[in-house]
């Protein structure tokens, strides 16, 4: 069976944050396992690390250098606004709900993220559960580097 893993841009960009260097060091740590999965991310992924400060995009870039980028298709997008509608995530962080959707429409079964306002949370993950369920996607479960 083939590990699929899906990173959002919070866990790449965790690598080089030095503001959080215990974070750092857990992303780091959490490095070793990422590397036992087929790797994924999304183009909205790379959109989001290319806003980033000049001196780290160099080094996003090498990061994701080998890794999946799976497209944002109008099918994710309409899973992302169901999500957004049912509440799951609020409109202003659309993007958030974007990821969730990439993950369940490609069949990638784990998320990891550091967002615990928005991803990471009981909440968020029972009513993706539920909305994938009843829209006959995969379950998606979405996690924090250390869980891995």
């Known amino acids: 069976m083939n590990k699929k893993v899906y990173l959002d841009t919070s866990v790449i960009s965790a690598l080089f944050d030095k503001r959080t260097p215990e974070r750092m060091e857990m992303t780091k740590n959490a490095w070793e396992q990422i590397k036992n999965y087929e790797v994924f991310i999304s183009d ?24 999946n980028i799976l497209l944002a ?7 992302a606004k169901t999500y957004v509608e049912q509440e799951v995530f609020p409109a202003k962080y659309f993007d958030d709900a974007l990821h969730v ?48």
């Not at 780290?56 to 870039?61: A, Q, S, T, V």
């Not at 298709?73 to 899973?79: F, G, I, N, R, V």
């Not at 490609?106 to 539920?130: C, D, P, Y």
Request: glycine share 2%; net charge negative; aromatic share 6%.
């Open 73 to 79: 298709t109008d099918e994710a997008q309409a899973l």
């Open 101 to 148: 959707a990439i993950c369940s429409v490609n069949e990638i079964g784990l998320l990891l993220s550091w967002n615990f306002r928005h991803l990471v949370k009981v909440k968020t993950r029972r009513m993706v559960s539920a909305i994938n369920i009843m829209k006959d996607y995969p379950p998606v479960e979405i996690i924090a580097p250390p869980e891995l």
């Open 44 to 67: 909205a992924v790379v959109e989001e690390l290319q806003m980033a400060d000049a001196s780290l995009i160099e080094k996003f870039n090498n990061v994701i250098a080998n890794f």
